[in-house]
Each structure stands twice: as C-alpha cells, then as structure tokens.
C-alpha cells in the first residue's frame, strides 16, 4: 500500500526531478523532499534498484527507469513527469559515475561511458525540460559538479588517475556557467553546487586496461585511504543544504558543500556545511584504514560507480 506525506495538501510544493535515486546524495534528497511534502520524479539505470528503495512507497515520487545517454529516453522521462505531475519547478542533475585509472590505461569506451553520465546526460536532460521552463518562464536547475574538477572554487582540484571524472565535472561546472547566462532572460535559475566528500556506499572500480608499470592498485589504496581518513558530510546534510538554497531569490551562480578530501587534514574534524543540522559524534569519527582495501572491484557491462564523491 503506498504511503503519503501529511504535508502533501500544501500548496507550496515544488515538483524536483533528480538524477540518480537510488544511493547517497540523490537519495537523501529525494527522501527529504518527500518528507516536507514535495512532489519527486527519480532516475536510475537499474529498475529492480529503484523499486527496492523506500521512495518508491509514497504516492507523491514518480519513479523512472532513464538511460541518461539516451536522449529519447530522457525526454520521454521529464514528459511523464509533467503528465503526472503538471509540472516540474526544479531539476538536479546527480548522477555520476567515476573509474580509477591512468589517463593511458581508462579506455575509449571507459571514458566515453564516463562523459555520458557527467556530462551528456545532464545536457540531455537540461535540453528536454528547458522549452517547459522557457513557456512557464520559471524554473530552477542544479548541477552537481565537484571538487574534483579543478575549476569553481579556491580548494578544488585534480587528482592522479581519476582524469575521466575530473574532467566530466570540469566540464559540467563550465557549461552550467554559459547555461546560466543564456537563460536569464527566461527568469530560469542555474546554479553549480560544488560537491565535496559525501558519504554513500559504493564500490570504486578499476579500469580493465590496467598497465603493470602503473602499479594502478596500489595507487588507488593509497588514494582510498587518504579519503577515508576524512570525515564525510551526510546525505541528510546536504538535502537540506540544497533544498534551503533552492528558496533563494538570489541564487549564487556557485555554491560549495563539503570539503575537498584530496588536499585536507587527515586528522583535522569537519564540522558540517550546513550549520542547522548537527551530526552526531560517532557519525563523525573517521575510519582508519591500516592495511589496503581488498579486492578493489573492476569495471564490468560499463557499470562503474564512484562512492566516496558523490552521486548514485
């Protein structure tokens, strides 16, 4: 039996359409939409994931199985949307993918498969939903791009064998930037959040082309451990952070939240970014990692996921 928010008779709601529901970032935004009684349209690639989930139980979520790299699927995604919902009012482009692997080693079909969910995908889905925003003359989008990426702010960076994913964020942050003025005289709102380290669950894989020279294990423990001696930000922190920004009138063209893990202090404690929702003490404390990671997966049927940045 399907379940529903008391809030949901409120006639402030906004209708989100988010990318990647099923894990982390997108998935606790999602959820926490729902809770304040707003109206949620979610993607991923995997149906049986998504119908695991708990979203898939409130009447108000539209759950939707979307290629993202396939512009007819996506645009037959945001149409549904609007059938079941009337409308959408914010978009959050979320779903990401990352691989571990020397800019010689990631293959043709690795990094393509990379740019479609970083980058393709987005523009597909900005491309589908944009004459709706247009007609209404309304309507918001997030992209999700990352410290990672070397561009949007002072603490950003890039990283040794993860250049696919670097430069697909890269590359959205810059778009989002000429997106933003394109549309203003639309009154249509952009805005770049650039993503720190977040909790979530994934595996991190290998590319399959690994070169013996590289050493290429090894060179992900190392840059796995130095992650993990960080304390991430909780999902629940960053749907707040998010859904808070998302009441502006005057939207910063780029927001930040969490910290760059890569070049921070393993024994420093983070507090959160969003300051009105505290975590607990043993959410805090960091893993330590003494010995290496076993069994770093490998890419497989272009199912490549990145766990400790972000994203689905």
Not at 140 to 166: A, E, K, M, R, T
Request: glycine share 6%; proline share 5%.
């Amino acid at each position: 039996m399907s379940t529903s928010n008391n809030n949901n008779n409120n006639n402030n709601y906004k209708v989100w359409f988010i990318t990647g529901v099923t894990g982390g970032s997108g998935s606790g935004l999602a959820s926490r939409l729902l809770e304040l009684g707003h109206k949620v349209a979610g993607t991923s690639r995997n149906k049986d994931k998504l119908n695991s989930t708990d979203l898939i139980k409130n009447n108000n979520f539209l759950g939707l199985q979307v290629d993202l790299a396939n512009e007819s699927n996506v645009k037959n995604s945001i149409e549904e949307t609007i059938k079941k919902f009337g409308r959408i009012d914010v978009i959050v482009n979320n779903a990401g993918q990352s691989i571990f692997g020397s800019v010689e080693e990631i293959t043709d079909k690795e990094q393509r498969l990379l740019m479609d969910v970083l980058y393709f995908g987005p523009c597909n889905v900005i491309r589908s939903v944009l004459p709706h925003f247009r007609e209404r003359k309304t309507g918001l989008i997030f992209n999700i791009s990352s410290v990672f990426g070397g561009s949007g702010c002072d603490s950003c960076s890039n990283v040794p064998f993860f250049s696919g994913y670097c430069a697909g964020k890269a590359a959205i942050h810059t778009m989002t930037e000429c997106l933003r003025e394109e549309v203003k005289p639309f009154d249509i709102k952009v805005c770049s959040i650039i993503l720190g380290y977040l909790k979530t669950s994934f595996s991190n894989p290998l590319t399959i082309n690994q070169i013996k020279d590289y050493n290429l294990k090894e060179k992900a423990n190392e840059i796995m451990k130095m992650f993990q001696r960080n304390n991430p930000e909780q999902p629940i922190n960053f749907a707040n952070f998010v859904i808070e920004n998302s009441k502006l009138s005057n939207l910063p063209p780029t927001i930040h939240f969490g910290k760059n893990p890569y070049h921070s202090n393993s024994n420093s404690q983070t507090k959160p970014s969003y300051p009105h929702q505290k975590l607990k003490a043993h959410q805090d404390a960091p893993k330590q990692f003494e010995k290496d990671i076993p069994d770093l997966p490998e890419l497989t049927d272009g199912n490549i996921h990145m766990p400790y940045i972000l994203h689905e």
